[in-house]
């Protein structure tokens, strides 16, 4: 499991450019859209879905309340990949 968020932390930080973040400075539960997380946005959401499709072949679907809870954190984010691997 550890490997997998490390893996995610690092796939978070290339989608989108945090120069400056390293995985260390991203929590399990770090909010990923909020201005106490990593303050990302809606524009950062499109674009993470499409990575999330294209690296993972998650999909996830617009406006729909379990994408944002899928979305929350690197924990959230962790546990929808291995339920789509395991589907």
């Not at 989108?16 to 524009?43: H, K, R």
């Not at 379990?66 to 962790?78: F, I």
């Not at 546990?79 to 789509?84: K, M, S, T």
């Amino acid at each position: 499991m550890e490997t997998l968020h490390q893996e995610l932390k690092l796939f978070i930080i290339e989608t989108m450019n945090l120069e400056d973040i390293t995985p260390a400075d991203i929590a399990d539960d770090t909010l990923l859209f909020a201005d106490d997380g990593l303050g990302l946005d809606s524009i950062d959401a499109l674009e993470l879905v499409l990575a999330l499709k294209k690296t993972y072949g998650v999909v996830l679907e617009a406006n729909d309340e379990q994408t944002r809870q899928n979305l929350r954190s690197v924990a959230s984010l962790a546990a929808l990949v291995r339920l789509n691997r395991s589907s």
